[in-house]
């Protein structure tokens, strides 16, 4: 099992002291930092925007993950590539023409990124998989950090990992909620690449420490 991509999220960070939680972030064993983007409207909460995105990067030595979870992310997605995002995930459920979304982001020169909701079932990717640099797959309902893990994630990442292999999809599986200690080893033996944690790093004493957990689980 090759290491997994592992994706600390800004959202659960201590935002009065955004440039030492990044600069924590760069001197730990993290690949990607995770940016929740969040509009009030497909979810029930507000994040932050572009001119925090850009103020991330400004400090970061890791790429950024810009997850959208809004709606129209067609309007956006070329100014958060520009704020400095390397990975843009739109969601299946705010998109009524998701083919036209992926093109647009991979046409940006970045990966491109399908988030789902637990509700939906991963078979909706089956015409859209061997597009997609990345499937990121909700393990809480999305709008809030904090959530407890659903149990069913493991059942669709099994699921998923048996679409990516049929069709010979590339993509990379996300896992974006409630990621801690006790469920990672089993995500990523279900056939999980990238773990999202918010909570589980922020709140920790040794917040690096927690990191290299997850990143020796391989």
């Known amino acids: 099992m090759t290491k997994p991509i592992i994706a600390p999220s800004i959202l659960a960070a201590d935002f009065a002291n955004l440039q030492s939680e990044i600069n924590m972030i760069n001197k730990s064993a993290a690949d990607w930092v995770h940016v929740d983007i969040m509009d009030g409207v497909f979810v029930p909460n507000i994040s932050m925007g572009i001119p925090v995105t850009q103020a991330i990067k400004k400090h970061s030595t890791k790429p950024l993950d810009v997850h959208l979870m809004i709606v129209k992310p067609e309007n956006y997605v070329e100014a958060f590539k520009q704020a400095g995002a390397e990975v843009i995930s739109v969601h299946y459920e705010a998109c ?6 992926i093109q647009q982001i991979k046409n940006l020169g970045i990966k491109a990124g399908v988030a789902i909701n637990p509700h939906t079932p ?3 990717l089956e015409n ?5 640099d990345l499937v990121c797959l909700m393990s809480v309902n999305p709008g809030f950090g904090g959530q407890k893990f ?3 994630t493991y059942n669709k990442v099994r699921q998923l990992k048996e679409l990516i292999v049929n069709t010979g999809s590339k993509a990379l599986i996300e896992i974006d ?3 801690n200690q006790a469920n990672a080893k089993a995500l990523l033996n279900a056939g999980a690449d990238v773990l999202v944690a918010g909570n589980f790093v922020f709140s920790a004493q ?7 957990g997850l990143k020796n689980l391989a």
């Open 96 to 101: 009524a023409h998701l083919h036209r979304n």
């Open 122 to 124: 991963v078979s909706v």
């Open 128 to 132: 859209i998989i061997a597009d997609t």
């Open 150 to 152: 659903i149990e069913g």
């Open 177 to 179: 909620g409630g990621v």
């Open 206 to 212: 040794d917040p690096k420490a927690v990191i290299q």
